[in-house]
């Protein structure tokens, strides 16, 4: 390039970033809004999660007991983790519920703008050249239904979604003990998040496995000695309790097996088997734990495209082997989704994982009550399209990650 040609080309890529910087912004403020206006819409959805983490809240800033005695049916506003969000909402505990669940959920929608963007720095994307891919992320993670239905529940997945994507970040920059609080921070969200520690452990990073588990015990510590150590007894028997719920719509291998093999009073069996039963959770199981032994056996061969979706694959592998797996919980799938859409794979991997993105986009019936029509028959199997959908995508993630393999690298 001549010196005459450099200053416009300076002046082009200026100009370049600066229409980008307005698309982007363009961008965040329609899906955000969107976002925000449809969680907040008048359907009473918040009273089922929100509104725990409010009463909880309300209950510490009364001096009350955080985990409330249960001996019968169980409770609508028990709190079933650690003090953490509790701890976190009281201001808002102070507030009418309909005004903080308006603050909760423009909170939300910051948080998932984040973790957008920050799987974005962790991926190596470049600003204003990826601006593309930058997008495909954005609209993926706002027109998706179990982020909406996140956003309207008021749970708190959105959090568990972004220290992920803060971990993409430290496994760029090589920040192990940065990744180790985010372990930390995720697994005091939600007690079962302790699963993200695989990651670390197939990388050989004993280190800062071992941080985290300090971390999560330190934390732990902070909170129960604000709330009281006589909450933590009932932190375990409260953790025990809801460890299996099964007059719920769980989206797992678990509950898939309970709820199409075994009496329950979310859907009718389609037969009550115990062979069938056993036989579920093993090929589910058994798929899972192969594909994880994989990963362990190949960590240390990986490369950085692969190591994204190893991460990914993990914080999958997570929720469809827990024993309770809400609907909402498959915002956590979406680190996977984006692996596939901004990695180096081949086209046809692109388009399924798409194709498998379009499903999750689509409303299904994978909450409770399920309407009497879906509760019967061969249309109750709509209740399972999400459960499906995660584990065709963890077989595409386990094929991508494989295939990369036999992929020639560039010197």
């Known amino acids: ?23 982007l912004f ?22 089922g999660d929100f509104g725990t983490y409010h009463q909880a ?51 939300n929608v910051t948080l998932l703008t984040l973790a957008a963007l920050l799987f974005c720095w962790g991926a190596e ?40 994507a803060g971990m993409f970040v430290c496994n760029r920059y090589k920040k192990w003990m940065l990744f180790a609080l985010l372990v930390a921070l995720a697994t005091l969200t939600k007690t079962w998040m302790i699963g993200s520690l695989f990651f670390l452990l197939a990388r050989r990073k004993w280190n800062a496995a071992a941080a985290a588990l300090a971390f999560i015990a330190a934390g732990a510590a902070i ?8 909450e933590f007894a009932r932190f375990l028997e409260t953790t025990r309790r809801y460890s299996s719920q099964p007059d719920l719509v769980s989206l797992s291998v678990a509950g898939m097996a309970r709820m199409y093999f075994t009496a329950n009073h979310v859907l009718k069996p389609w037969a009550d ?19 994880l032994a994989y990963l362990w056996w190949k960590a240390p061969l990986m490369n950085s495209a692969q190591w994204r979706l190893l991460l990914a694959l993990a914080a999958l592998a997570i ?27 081949a086209w046809p991997v692109k388009l399924a994982a798409f194709a498998l993105y379009l499903v999750f986009s689509i409303p299904t019936p994978g909450l409770n009550p399920v309407a ?31 295939r990369e393999f036999s992929t020639p690298v560039n010197p």
């Open 1 to 23: 390039m001549n010196d005459d040609a450099r200053p416009a080309a300076r002046k082009n890529a200026v100009l370049n970033g600066i229409v980008a910087a307005m698309l």
């Open 26 to 47: 363009l961008v965040l403020r329609c899906l955000g809004v969107g976002a925000y206006r449809a969680g907040v819409a008048p359907g009473g959805l918040f009273l």
């Open 57 to 107: 809240a309300r209950r510490l800033n009364e001096g009350k007991q955080l985990y409330l005695h249960e001996e019968g049916p169980r409770l609508l506003y028990q709190c079933v983790s650690s003090p953490f969000i509790p701890v976190l909402v009281r201001p808002l505990g102070k507030l009418p519920v309909d005004a903080a669940f308006r603050i909760w959920v423009a909170c």
């Open 125 to 164: 994307m470049r600003f204003p050249e990826d601006i593309a891919l930058v997008l495909l992320v954005l609209f993926t993670a706002f027109r998706y239904w179990p982020a909406v239905i996140e956003l309207a529940m008021g749970n708190s997945d959105v959090i568990l979604l972004l220290a992920i």
């Open 223 to 230: 909170l129960f000695t604000v709330v009281g150590w006589p």
């Open 273 to 291: 088997n115990r062979a069938l039963y056993l036989a579920t959770l093993a090929a589910g199981y058994g798929f899972l734990m192969a594909g």
């Open 319 to 345: 929720i469809l082997g827990s024993p309770v797996c809400h609907q909402f919980y498959y915002v956590l799938a979406l680190p996977l989704i984006w692996a596939l859409l901004t990695g180096p794979g």
């Open 372 to 402: 009497e029509v879906l509760r019967h028959g061969i249309r109750s199997a709509e209740v399972a399209i999400d459960f499906l959908t995660g584990m065709a995508l963890w077989a595409l993630g386990l094929f991508e990650l494989n």
